[in-house]
């Protein structure tokens, strides 16, 4: 029988109270809204600043004594806080209750998070949790009261509770901690049926939380581990997957495959063979696909699955011939029109990779002929003229101005395909390429023409420029960068709106989170779109330094901006001044572009800082662990932990001293200095190894044709991506007159 897990329990707690204090941690200047004080004293606004800035920065100390004295109940709320987290218990619990409506609710959260530091379960157990409260905090208190009737020993009302919590919130951060305590009251009141079936649930749906196993032990112990069918057990495999548990995940399934049928066992071998490929270890998945493909009694669509995965397998081993060949097996087979597709694409870019661009031209045309409205019809019209292009560079003898001018009507057609938007940019630049080679200078003008006026943010129209990425030497924002403008009135309903009452509030005095989270409950109860609306929600989400929700909002409210215009104030909720203070003392520290970082963090993550990659790489920089670890003994930061790189301080910094490593490496090559800024970016998504062969294999001699060659697509479109967004970011908020200073070729590296 398992015993009680208390030091489990009250790791979870303190973590999840720690990813708290650490979002209010976030320094910023906050936007102190006019009119947001509270009856029956009002707070100076000076004050105001003073407390909101003590709060942002966890100085506790301070905004205990700037909050002291006033019978303000928004200045007692920041006073209760403040003693909460100085961990002065006693005194919360002793202090008088906030009677004001709008922050009542908060004040008893915080008396039943002290209640429960405290271990004082009676007094937890006496508060009435308020329906007013944002779901978050009443998750947190319900879970903390359900705990109080545990340690209490009062099981069967704790195992009320508990099953009540799990109906109430449904896949809760705390739910596998609920399934332990109720797995424990089951067995302890000797009911082993019901404990196993918690057990099989924490098996089933909760891989990452079950460090120890131990539902599985009790499972096996139990006699019901060999019940749970295999389709349950390979979703909880490639959840593991998911979390980039690699390890664990290849052991369960090899412990797996021991015992399941020989039926099972290809649908083990290939879920095998994905991880190995995820984890990119292509000649283990390459071993794995020939050895299934040997077996003659393999059916048609494992057949089709392996021959996949064996062809990618030995592409991206550099075998490409072989890979070739492979897809070439397939397209002769029963396969499906989305795989057929799919299939002349990828031997389509394999070709161009590898200058075989006549055969690329065939791919490209087919898919135009076969698959005129699919999926990759504008890709398809751009990789043929692309092709078609480097085919005419690579033979002189063929490179007519008949021959030009009918790659010129393939990149006409692109801007008027359905989703040609992203292409619509680099076929006007090449255009423009093109009418230079034949001496079209009308239409030379009218491409440039078109990129500095209608998309003079996107990558290629820094091509144009002589110096195209000198602005990267520029490390000074403006002395007065822009800021996101208040509207000249907010709608009178959304003063109405109790949430909208405590957002104002809240983030007058730097509460951060518990602004965002009164956001979201206005967000969930506006039934009726207002026009200012969105420019209002925009507002708040970069007052409480919400910049990953800021980015999601911008996607779904407003049109995604194609050029610099003063009057476009979307651009500053798409290229947000994020973390802005530790972005600049990272740079400072590395003499590294603060734009660079800017536009780094923003294509690796949308400033979300503690997403996880399919690779593993984590937070705001995804960085993996293992480099990160490395740069963490680089750096004599002993305080380096797995989870701490969700922390913004520490992801940022480490990300900008990889970069001044990756700046430090490129001066081997022998290229040009536009050239490195490419080559650092490019590596630091693909890796140095995949650089140091792209420049030994490539055409190094011009920018342009080096970027549109890289043969990894995603690494293609990385650089594209991050070079605009650091250059939107420099147009937005650098000091122009810094970069005019500095020598025109200069680039720090």
Known sequence: MPQNKPMILRHYVLGSLFLLSLALNLSCTPIVPEGVVSEPTKIQKVQLDKISAAVV???????LKLSSGHTNPLA??????????????????????????????????????SAFEAKRWDQLLDIKVRSDLPRPLRERLEFFQATALYEKKELEEAKTAFEKFLRTYRASGFESEVLFRLADIEWSLGNQKEGLEVYERIYKFHPLDDAEDLAKQQLQNGGRFDTIDTDTHISRIQKLQRAALFGRAEAELADLRERSSPEQQNRLDFAMAQILFGQRKYSQSEKLA???????????????????????????????EEGQGAFEDLLKKDISPQLRETILYRLGSIAVDYDEFASAQKYFKELQNSFGNGRYVESAHWFDAWASYRELQTEPKRASKKNYRGILKTLEAIPNLPDSRNFTPQSFYWQH????????????????????????????????????????????????????????????SFRRELSWQRLEAFRSVGLLVWGKMELDIFLANSRKFDPTLSKEVAERLASVEDWYDLLKWADQNFDRPQRLSQKD??????????????????????????????????????????????????????LLPSLAQNLSRDLSDSSFSKPSLADPRKNIRYGAYYLHQLQKQMNKFKVSDELKTVLMIASYNAGVDAVSKWV????????????????????????????????????????????VARTKSEINL
């Open 57 to 63: 920065e966890s100085n506790w100390n301070q905004a």
């Open 76 to 113: 007692r709320l920041v006073n209760i806080r403040a003693l909460y987290e100085l961990k002065r218990y006693d005194e919360v619990l002793g202090a008088k209750s906030i009677s004001d409506k709008r922050f009542a609710p908060y004040d008893l959260f915080l008396r039943g998070l």
């Open 290 to 320: 020939r050895k299934k493909l040997e077996d003659k009694d393999l059916d048609s669509n494992s057949q089709i699955q392996w021959q996949e995965l064996l062809a990618s397998s030995l592409i991206r081993q550099g075998q490409t």
């Open 433 to 492: 390429k093109i009418a230079q080679i034949i001496r079209d200078k009308k239409l030379s003008d009218e491409m440039t023409q078109n990129l500095s006026k209608d998309w003079n943010i996107s990558f290629y129209s820094l091509l144009i420029k002589e110096n195209p990425f000198s602005f990267l030497n520029a490390h000074k924002l403006k002395t007065n960068p822009p800021r996101i403008k208040k509207s000249d009135g907010i709608n009178e």
């Open 569 to 622: 104030e979307s651009l500053l909720f798409y290229f947000p001044l994020a973390y802005k203070d530790i972005v600049q003392k990272a740079a400072k520290e590395f003499h590294v572009s603060p734009f660079l970082i800017w536009g780094i963090m923003r294509e690796e993550s949308r400033f979300e800082v503690d997403v996880v990659s399919r690779a593993g790489a984590m937070g705001l920089m995804q």
């Open 696 to 739: 030994k294999d490539k055409d190094t001699s011009q920018v342009d044709v080096f970027v549109e060659s890289i043969s990894f697509l995603e690494t293609r479109q990385y650089v594209k991506r991050v070079l605009q967004s650091a250059y939107t970011y420099y147009q937005l908020y650098g000091d122009h007159d810094e970069e």
